[in-house]
């Protein structure tokens, strides 16, 4: 990082954290730099549409930020201690953060690397379905990790995903979403956020997961087309506020990091729990298409590795590892 964006990120830090006014004496103190370096640094930070304003022989306030991405005070806000984020990569533009954070992976990036973007020009669903994903409204982040799992036990990890962002977004708004097995965040039975998990593994070792994670935040109606699956929303659609994109995914990674540390040492047991809390199905009539085929019948939860269950009409209990639910 260079001593600039250093400094231009630390006076965002402590001006954001604070609140109030921060005199520039304080300021240079604080990151080590002349009260001209902060001066131009504050310059610039306008220019990128920070509203900062200067108070008489008092110092400066801020007063609104723009909705910008900015790794490095991603990693600023982040600390130290948390294994997620403990790298960062941002892209304006990409194809994929999953594709990309693939291939960063396979050239040995380490635990807890985020691939973060602006926009997708090619945004992955599952089975090859398309993530829209307009420039600057939404988080489209990946995660990579490497935990010491058979490769059965990885999609896991989904419901860990899932439990996050459902915790993230409950404090982000106070809404409570639902999660729909596998991988859908609902709210208001609209599909807010997406899970997209990629695994390259041996025969009885992950080698690495990508936990991808598409949140919509401040996405408009007329920016979802016309045809997708399933109803759409955005928290700004429901709420009526716009959410800062940085704030949330420093939460969202807090979240992250809480849960697979739980789940590293405690296993999937309390993931599984807390999963159920959010889900909206139990004992409702789902349909669940798998392939050409399709099964009904009362969602009867997950089971010990993530299966979902449902009752059958004899009484059994089917067990289905993956598929596109509907809940009717
Ligand atoms: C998913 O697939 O829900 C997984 C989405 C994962 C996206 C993230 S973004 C960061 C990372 N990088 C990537 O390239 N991908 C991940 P699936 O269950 O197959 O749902 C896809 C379907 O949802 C599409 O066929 C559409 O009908 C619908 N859809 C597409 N974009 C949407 C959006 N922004 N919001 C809500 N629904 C959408």
Known sequence: MSRRKLVSSGVVTILRSDGGIISGERLSRE??????????????????GYRIEAVPSQGYRLLAEPDSLDACSLRLEL?????MGCR???????????ADAFLIAEEG????????????LAGKGRLGRRWESPVGVNVYCSVVLRPKLPPYEAPQLTFLSAVAVARTILATTGLQPAIKWPNDLLINGR??????NE???ETDQVGFVILGIGVNLNMRQDQFPADLRYPATSLLLETGSSVSRQTFIVRLLREL????????????????EEWSRYCNAFGREVSVELGTNRLQGPFAGIDHDGAL?????DGRLERIVSGDVTVL
């Open 191 to 196: 599909k807010v956020a997406g899970l997209l």
């Open 109 to 120: 990036a380490v635990e807890g690397t985020v691939v973060l973007a602006d926009r997708q």
């Open 31 to 48: 990151l080590g730099v002349s009260r001209t370096a902060i001066w131009k640094q504050v310059a610039a930070l306008r220019k990128k």
């Open 309 to 313: 269950l449902m009752q059958l009409s």
């Open 88 to 98: 960062m990569e941002y892209h304006a533009e990409t194809g994929s953060t999953n």
């Open 199 to 201: 695994m390259n593994a």
């Open 79 to 83: 600390g130290n201690e948390l294994l």
């Open 257 to 272: 990091d809480q849960e697979y540390c739980r789940f590293c040492m405690s296993g999937f047991g309390p993931v599984r």
